[in-house]
């Protein structure tokens, strides 16, 4: 018994010296975050902890990529602040001795095949700063039937479908780039804030936007290449646009369909539509280096540039490539190409590279001039 009293006694002392659970500091307001901090004015200061770093470079943006070099604080945290930078969705990351780092603070990344860099938001009037709400996007999965197996589609429903349960609503197939997958358009451009706003403020008819994934096999030659464009038109076709029409209400008809793309899925996009002639009225392409290459064998993809058939069954060809990409020259001789045949087309372009920021401009423009 005078045992048992020993050892409890031991326990409630270790008990007592223990250090026990508290909330305590809970509930204190959310701070400043750490990095990247965007200030009213559109300056940015971005830090790193990297206590052993030698030299340390925040490299800035997508295309005209800005490299700023960082200086050490204390406690080892390197800081440096630019801008003002004009409101957007900007890319950046660190060189840390030479190495690649990515902003482990942000959550806000870039991501497709791999994970490339961190997004800033810097906010303003944008096309993509979201307005309104009651808009959604679905993650569907399906299986392809030309590659054998299980895939997923994102479906933005805009916010009037749910108002309107009557009305059938045109549909837009919308292509992401190499890299990318489907969600890129969405979760990288913030398509459905775009589509929103166009939507809300009467710029654009209402309509669904569905994002697909353009690789095979995972390697940007898949989603580009004669065989794997003839396997994704086969998966469009004979998958995705029956489920779509089978689950949501929409339009059956080539009238109420356009398809566009970025870069590669720009490619995909004008190869497909014209392909299908009898299927889409509205073809939108931005950047694509197939088209931007003068050696692209059009007939390996069968690719008939028929001037009558095209005029005849495609309302609006949209073309367009900023002027700092280096698919500039090239998009101008495919351009010419078209013009020489006689085929209809609106050329656009814009002072970008390859870059988001373009893109998110054509979308907004093409968007607005379709299903009208």
């Known amino acids: 018994m005078k045992k048992l009293l020993t050892i409890s006694a031991l326990l409630l002392s270790m008990l007592a010296g223990a250090q026990t659970f508290s909330t305590k500091g809970w509930w204190a307001p959310k701070g400043e975050p750490f990095s990247p901090v965007v200030s009213a004015d559109g300056h940015i200061t971005f830090r790193l902890k990297a206590p052993k770093a030698h030299v340390v470079e925040l490299q800035f943006d997508e295309w005209t990529v800005q490299h700023h070099e960082m200086a050490e604080k204390d406690g080892g945290v390197w800081e440096v602040t630019i801008g003002p930078v004009k409101p957007g969705t900007y890319e950046y990351k660190f060189m840390v001795d030479g190495v690649k780092v990515l902003d482990y603070g942000n959550p806000a990344v870039k991501a497709g095949t791999e994970i490339y860099c ?122 995705v646009i029956p489920l779509v029409e089978s689950r949501y209400r929409v339009y059956k008809d080539k009238a109420h369909r356009a398809i566009a793309g970025l870069s590669m899925g720009g490619g995909q996009s004008l190869v497909i539509g014209l392909r299908n002639l009898d299927k889409f009225s509205y073809i939108g392409e931005f950047s694509s280096g197939l088209l931007s290459d003068p050696d692209t064998d059009y007939a390996a993809y069968g690719v008939d540039f028929n001037a009558a058939a095209i005029n005849r069954n495609i309302k609006l060809l949209w073309v367009s490539c900023g002027t700092l990409d280096n698919r500039w020259n090239g998009h101008q001789i495919f351009e010419r190409r078209l013009a020489d045949k006689g085929i209809r087309f609106e050329s656009h372009k814009a002072e970008y590279g390859h870059q988001w920021q373009f893109w998110r401009e054509q979308l907004h423009d093409f968007a607005s001039s379709i299903f009208k």
């Open 118 to 239: 961190n997004t800033v938001e810097v906010p303003g009037n944008r096309i993509d700063s979201r307005k309104v709400a009651g808009s959604q996007v679905d993650v569907i999965t399906y299986r392809s039937t030309s590659l054998g197996t299980l895939r997923r589609v994102c479906v933005y429903v805009p916010y009037v479908y749910y108002e309107s349960p009557r009305r059938k609503f045109p549909v837009l197939y919308l292509r992401h780039g190499g890299g990318d997958n489907e969600k890129g358009w969405w979760e990288g451009a913030s398509a459905d804030a775009i589509m929103d706003n166009l939507i809300s403020g009467g710029e654009a008819v209402p309509m669904l936007v569905v994002m697909t994934y353009g690789l095979t096999d995972g390697s940007w030659a898949g989603g580009s290449t004669p065989d794997g464009m003839k396997a994704l038109e086969r998966e469009l076709l004979d998958d």
